[in-house]
Nanobody
Framework: QVQLVESGGGLVQAGGSLRLSCAASGRTFSNYGMGWIRQAPGKEREFVTAISWNGALTSYVDSVKGRFTISRDNAKNTVYLQMNSLKPEDTAVYYC????????????????WGQGTQVTVSS
């Protein structure tokens, strides 16, 4: 089992920045590919970004490329999402998730999920 706890969400004006953190406990964190997924009101969950076990591979949905950066610190069992130039359409609950796969962008491959953190971007 892996337990995931997100933090860092909040209310920010358009153009602002937030940094989300996801602290993991349980099994060896470095054995899991990690991802951030978001869900806006009335919409399905959407893949945002993923990072491989060793941090060598990353992937981003087109809408956040150049604005969001995923990173991980395996010594601290933590994955981060730096979000810059935020837009109102980024408003959603952001979930951290862990996969037993080395690296994946497929939501069904994620085995463990956090409880989510709300990000609200005002115009």
């Amino acid at each position: 089992q892996v337990q995931l706890v997100e933090s860092g969400g909040g209310l920010v004006q358009a153009g602002g920045s937030l940094r989300l953190s996801c602290a993991a406990s349980g099994r060896t964190f470095s054995n899991y590919g990690m991802g951030w997924i978001r869900q806006a009101p009335g919409k399905e969950r959407e893949f945002v970004t993923a990072i491989s076990w060793n941090g060598a591979l990353t992937s981003y949905v087109d809408s956040v490329k150049g604005r969001f950066t995923i990173s991980r610190d395996n010594a601290k069992n933590t994955v981060y999402l730096q979000m810059n130039s935020l837009k109102p359409e980024d408003t959603a609950v952001y979930y951290c998730a862990a996969s037993r796969k080395f690296f994946t962008t497929t939501l069904n491959d994620y085995n463990y999920w956090g409880q989510g953190t709300q990000v609200t971007v005002s115009s």
